[in-house]
């Protein structure tokens, strides 16, 4: 891709947002931003994702140097206000799924922008109720690989899905990047998701 066609930066090494991006037909490179994710004392989950979202797109700006807008994201797992972050070990997985077996929980995902002077932020709150999970079942999850980087121990958008009963909200966001709360703030940069051939980054102030 000629680097004059490209339209903004993506500040993560995910497959999954790239993908998710791609989809929507964007010209984008990859601009991999490595931050702390630490949730403060009393952090509301909505203001953690945000505040990871924009450092993780302030990071991939000050690191890209590129005059185009960059694109940071973040998704969090979240039970009764706990943020469950990812499985450091199959012990540890096994448990989250054990935790989020046969009832709902959140997931939170925002995705920030951030282009000169300018930065701006959406988060997207989804409701996911899970089925029964038998240990033998998670066990086998576990075993399959899919679990080790995903938040919660869980993919919805690969083998986990046989655990989703339900959402109600942003499959997308469920994802890792929600794509209604994506094209709302491009097209305030000035990039139009279903005119990508005209409209071009920085076109609007």
Known sequence: MDVQDVQLVLASQSP???ALLAQLGLRFRVCPADVVEIARPGEPPADYAGRIALAKARAGAARSGADLPVLGADTDVVLDGRI???PVSRAHALELLQQL???????YSAVALVHQNREAVRVSVTQVWMGPIAPEQAEAYWASGEPADKAGAYGIQGLGAVFVREIRGSYSGVVGLPL???CALLREFGIDVLAPNVSRAG???
Do not use: M, N
Request: no cysteine; hydrophobic share 15%.
């Open 101 to 107: 077996s046969d009832r709902p929980h959140e997931v």
């Open 203 to 205: 076109s609007a102030r």
């Open 84 to 86: 469950l972050g990812k």
């Open 16 to 18: 999954r947002r790239q």
């Open 180 to 182: 209604y709360e994506t």
